[in-house]
């Protein structure tokens, strides 16, 4: 691999995936076939602004394996947006399918678009036409979008009722994440920072760290680092940086993830927290605390800045955010770094329950979503660390082998076809 690929996310993906792939003596051919993915969908369309004018906006929609069952991911808004990022999202998606054991292989999507700028409008006429282009490949057996960064349940919302139209019926169950009122589930708002949560908890009981007192620093404050926030601040952990896109403060005393959700709710972002001192994303990152949650974008954390993070405990609330070298450092410094497809797996699992729901006609109360959650990553956990203790590697690695060698024996029994 060329330091150019290793460099993109993709790369970086197929890098973490041959590590485990090495530990398991995967045969070159089923290297070939998991590190590839199975469909890459691009459409370029046009969508009607505010102002009359036309613009062309690029989407994607991949699925790296279905073997285990039909593609699962999230749909993302971003200007950043890219085929080589949708990948490795993808890629990452099979993985926690498969470290959570449910019935789902990989998917992601993307719009490269800024939607900050956007009017909603704009976003509507711009998410039904996505759907549109991408319908031909979406489907409740086949592949099931839901929301990731800067989409929500309106937008998942748009989405089934595009497809509905299309198909003369009403199917909730195309896409995950809606609204309660048609067909969402209880717990779904919450989920992936409750998985933040229930894994930081156990990791913290693995290194002997008391949660209360803890100090915890969060690189994004979305709906994954507001709720990691607010569930980690019951056990008696305490708030002590955030950021957002546009700003990063660091109050040592500690501050209340609320009320920092209705400053930035009020004010657009966190800035000027009240008791709050300024700080940069990069400065952020590096601030003492116990446990440190990325939860933003890839590759925050590099072979730069590893050294310099002082966290005893890493939780990735984001998908990819630290690289290779990054990891390598942490290994060194005996830093627990709990991996993406296992810290933000509560998202998929409680996406799986809404499907489920969906399929059923048929749905629980929140004390039911939770409790099943809840009982799926203690038990992934629990696996991942037995596997690490097994192969005497990091949490990374474990996860990633567990994680790949079910989708590996799935290739294996079912055979190539033809």
Not at 15 to 32: C, I, M, V
């Amino acid at each position: 691999m060329t330091q150019q690929e290793i460099s993109s996310v993709f790369g970086m993906a197929v890098e973490q995936f041959n590590s485990a792939a090495d530990k398991l003596n995967l045969s070159d051919g089923l290297r070939d076939v998991l590190s590839s993915c199975k469909r890459e969908f691009t459409v370029n369309f046009p969508v009607k602004m505010d102002n009359g004018d036309i613009q062309v906006f690029t989407g994607h929609r991949v699925q790296h394996n279905v073997t285990r069952g039909p593609a699962k991911g999230g749909i993302r808004y971003h200007q950043d947006v890219s085929l080589d990022e949708v990948k490795a999202l993808a890629m990452w998606m099979t993985w926690k399918g498969a470290i959570t054991n449910i019935p789902y292989g990989g998917g992601k999507g993307g719009v490269t678009c800024n939607p900050k700028t956007m009017t909603m409008g704009e976003l509507e006429r711009l998410t039904r036409r996505y759907a549109t282009e991408i319908s031909p490949i979406i489907g409740i057996d086949s592949d099931i979008p839901a929301p990731d960064v800067n989409t929500d349940g309106q937008i998942m919302a748009w989405i089934m009722d595009t497809i509905s139209m299309h198909r003369g019926y009403t199917e909730p169950g195309i896409v995950t994440g809606k609204p309660i009122s048609i067909g969402g589930t209880l717990g779904r708002t919450e989920a992936t920072g409750r998985g933040v949560m229930i894994t930081a908890r156990e990791a913290a009981k693995v290194v002997g760290l008391p949660l209360e007192g803890a100090k915890i620093v969060l690189q994004g404050f979305g709906n994954v680092g507001y709720w990691g926030a607010y569930l980690l601040q019951q056990l008696g952990c305490k708030v002590v940086a955030a950021s957002d896109s546009r700003s990063a403060i660091y109050c040592e005393g500690g501050m209340d993830a609320e009320a920092l959700l209705a400053h930035k709710t009020n004010n657009g972002s966190l800035a000027d927290f009240p008791g709050s001192d300024a700080v940069t994303n990069a400065e952020l990152l590096e601030l003492p605390c116990e446990i440190l949650v990325p939860a933003a974008l890839e590759q925050q954390i590099t072979g730069n800045n590893a050294s310099n993070i002082k966290a005893k405990i890493i939780v990735e609330g984001a998908n990819g955010p630290t690289t290779p070298e990054a990891d390598a450092i942490f290994r060194d410094k005996g830093v627990v770094v709990v991996p993406d497809i296992l810290a933000n797996a509560g998202g998929v699992v409680v996406s799986y329950f809404e499907w489920v729901q969906n399929i059923q006609h048929l749905f629980w109360n929140k004390d039911e979503v939770d409790k099943r959650l809840e009982s799926i990553l203690t038990r992934s956990f629990d696996q991942v660390m037995s596997t690490g203790k097994e192969h005497n590697t990091d949490m990374r690695t474990a996860a990633l082998i567990l994680a790949v060698d079910r989708v590996a024996n799935a290739t294996k029994i079912r055979g190539i076809y033809p």
